[in-house]
């Protein structure tokens, strides 16, 4: 099992430009999520699906939009991007909103916007 | 919705010594909280969780207590190594957990030879 797996690990853009994060999980998990990590920061919500065909705002998410293709596969698109997105992005899983249910991270995607 | 604040934010101990990495959460309704170590470049991971019908628990070296009365859970850490030079985050988890965890901001730790 691959776990999450985000695509792509780095990237570079031009502010204005638009880009998408890839997230997939093997899982079978019915819950996804998308976090920013920024320095002193700590890990804050962007956008979440706790389940397939749903999808549901977090603390931070403004300048996103994101889609839950299916079961396995959750994205996250910058339609616009400006310098304060530059971040670096984790997707995570967990098998239900159950409240004992751990969240499994993927490695990340580290973005730059200039 | 749910708060958690985290204490401290960078923690330098001894090789060898005991480190305490302390949280405190907002909303009563809270009923898990896991911990979680992130080294340099790498995605978080669950290292011990604790269930709040639950005051302590231990593996190996870590362990969790948790106190809902005062609402804070602390981690802690005994005879630490290199290998536990990292950023610990703990969370939690309210109401119905449908929009996952809140995070605390992180306390890197660092051992010192």
């Known amino acids: 099992n691959a776990g999450v797996t985000q695509t792509p690990k780095f990237q570079v853009l031009k502010t204005g430009q638009s880009m998408t994060l890839q997230c997939a999980q093997d899982?079978?998990?019915?819950?996804m999520y998308w976090y920013r990590q920024d320095p002193g920061m700590g890990l804050r919500l962007i956008y979440y699906?706790?389940?397939?065909?749903?999808?549901d705002k977090g603390e931070v998410p403004n300048g996103y939009n994101v889609s839950r293709l299916n079961k396995r596969e959750f994205s996250l698109r910058l339609e616009s991007a400006a310098p304060s997105q530059t971040s670096v992005y984790f997707c995570?899983?967990?098998?239900?909103?159950?409240?004992?249910?751990?969240?499994?991270f993927g490695n990340g995607t580290r973005l730059t916007v200039t | 919705g749910e708060n958690v604040e985290q204490h401290p934010s960078t923690l330098s101990v001894q090789e060898g010594d005991s480190a305490v990495i302390k949280c405190t959460y907002s909303d009563s309704a809270s009923n898990y909280f896991p911990w979680y170590k992130q080294e340099l470049g790498k995605r978080p991971q669950l290292i011990i969780d604790i269930r709040s019908n639950v005051g302590e628990k231990k593996d190996q070296r870590i362990a969790v207590t948790l106190n809902k009365t005062a609402k804070h859970f602390s981690l802690h850490i005994t005879e630490t190594q290199p290998e536990d030079s990292a950023v610990y985050f703990c969370a939690a988890v309210s109401g119905g957990g449908a929009d996952g965890l809140t995070f605390g901001k992180g306390t890197h730790l660092i051992i010192q030879p």
């Open positions: 995570a899983s967990r098998r239900a909103v159950a409240y004992n249910s751990p969240l499994h």
């Open positions: 899982m079978n998990h019915n819950s």
């Open positions: 699906s706790a389940s397939e065909g749903t999808t």
